[in-house]
């Protein structure tokens, strides 16, 4: 019992030892990188960058070594932003660095996570999932197929992909083990990779489909509903189909043997939250889909559908669940990145940056083909050190944009092709809520996820330059443009 009672001492002395020296490191790498944005603050400035360019690339520098080192908490270092924009001179003044946060973006995405909320808790989701495991008669090809064709029909009734992932992960556990699939076989790995990376891509292909697709029409402009639809679906469609294809044959022999049938429970009729649910989620995406009659920003519906689905009487969630599940680290992420998006370009960061990579490759002005492929090639390595796709997306989209704009290329066609760079690709499950869920539950590991990663970035590149390119052209944003008056 003594020698019990000394190891549980010694385990909680080791385990609040380790603790520590994780704060430590933690506070370390906070300072260090505090100092290094200091320092940039304090350096010479360079030739054609303005004063208040130079603060907001040194805090840009600052917010991207925190959000890649993961060293407090990604709300945390947003807020850092919001500060250190306001007190270095950045911006204006503190109502310019919390323009972010007056971004319909921020409070759409309140809206969406809230609707994939109430479709998990009153049992919708699931019950849509099962509808199409019924479906799979014993192969593994057809349960591997409609489960891709599943994406983009459950994109429409939950357009948080992290929602769908942690519905479907448990709904797919379930089926597999039903059916005799041991852990670790090539089909449950086929499964799990489609769910961790290719669930995401059909959610960017609506623009009321996540965090990806509402940030980047945001940053980039002028992109309504319809609109952005027509612009993604051909690139998007390539994506998830090559991608579903490289899933497949890496893990081919998980698809020779048959699956017994899974059985399937009597269908129950819809319960009252699950009706009020559809029909407010079907209101919302109504409303999302007409936007070219009504004109409203996509935040409205999202919020409209968010107060019905807490109102007493007709919604399904209380403010207890709301403020128990809701993921508020993602607002003020993605609400500081806006901050910073905009004060990189009104400061004439973004165009200084751009300026220099232009004047540095002088063949740009003859082949605009090379300033596409430059992105590109930019975008990997950023998305690898960056974790977080809102950061990616606030720091590379107004870049890129301003790089076509000083080359006479397409700016629309620079920030889409960066966006698809580092939307296709997933380096390691902090990256992704949705790869996280799937990791932790153990069918996964990082190298598999890595390796694909690598894998999907070569098929990110080849979609954008030889799918993207000519059907953007086709549907009216060519890659150069055409001078007025030409």
Request: glycine share 10%; with cysteine.
């Amino acid at each position: 019992m003594e020698q019990t009672r000394n190891g549980e001492e010694r385990s909680v002395r080791n385990h609040g030892s380790t603790a520590t020296k994780k704060e430590w490191r933690a506070l370390s790498v906070t300072v260090f990188l505090v100092g290094v944005s200091a320092a940039l603050m304090a350096a010479p400035l360079p030739a054609g960058l303005p004063p208040a360019g130079q603060r907001v690339l040194a805090v840009a520098a600052m917010a991207i070594g925190l959000w890649c080192t993961d060293a407090i908490p990604a709300a945390v270092t947003g807020l850092l932003v919001v500060i250190a924009l306001t007190l270095s001179g950045g911006v204006p003044g503190f109502g310019q660095a919390l323009v972010g946060f007056a971004e319909p973006v921020a409070y759409f995405l309140i809206g969406v996570l809230t609707i994939g909320l109430a479709v998990s808790q009153s049992g919708l989701a699931e019950r849509v999932a099962r509808f199409f495991l019924r479906y799979c008669r014993g192969s593994a090809r057809a349960l591997f197929l409609q489960q891709l064709l599943s994406f983009p029909l459950l994109t429409l009734l939950l357009p948080s992909a992290t929602t769908r992932t942690g519905i479907l992960v448990h709904v797919y556990e379930q089926a597999l083990d039903l059916s005799g699939v041991p852990r670790g076989a090539p089909l449950v790995k086929a499964v799990m990779l489609s769910l961790n990376s290719i669930n995401r891509l059909a959610s960017t292909v609506l623009l009321t489909g996540g965090i990806t697709p509402v940030l980047a029409a945001s940053l980039i402009g002028g992109i309504c509903w319809g609109r952005w639809l027509v612009l993604m679906v051909v690139p998007y469609g390539a994506l998830l189909t090559v991608g579903a294809v490289l899933i497949y044959l890496l893990h081919r022999k998980g698809f020779n043997d048959p699956l017994p049938c899974i059985p399937q429970a009597a269908p129950r009729p819809l319960s009252g939250k699950e009706g009020r649910t559809l029909v407010i989620t079907i209101g919302a995406s109504l409303l999302w889909l007409t936007d070219a009659w009504h004109h409203w920003n996509p935040a409205l519906p999202a919020i409209l559908a968010w107060a019905c689905l807490m109102m007493p009487g007709i919604g399904v969630l209380t403010w207890k669940d709301f403020e128990r599940n809701f993921g508020w680290a993602n607002f003020f992420v993605l609400a500081s990145s806006l901050s910073l998006a905009r004060a990189l370009s009104n400061s004439g960061a973004s165009a200084w940056i751009a300026e220099g990579i232009v004047r540095s490759t002088p063949a740009f002005s003859q082949q605009p083909i090379l300033v596409l492929v430059l992105l590109l090639l930019i975008a990997a390595p950023i998305r690898l050190l960056i974790p977080n796709i809102t950061g990616f997306l606030a720091t590379t989209i107004p870049i890129a944009m301003s790089i076509g704009a000083t080359a006479g290329i397409n700016p629309v066609i620079c920030g889409l092709a960066v966006m698809i760079a580092g939307d296709a690709v997933l380096y390691y499950p902090a990256q992704s809520a949705s790869s996280l869920l799937v990791h932790e539950h153990g069918h996964l590991t990082a190298t598999e996820i890595f390796r694909f990663g690598l894998w999907m970035t070569l098929v990110a590149y080849l979609v954008v330059l030889f799918v993207a390119l000519p059907y953007w052209a086709a549907v009216g944003e060519p890659l150069r443009l055409i001078p007025r008056g030409g």
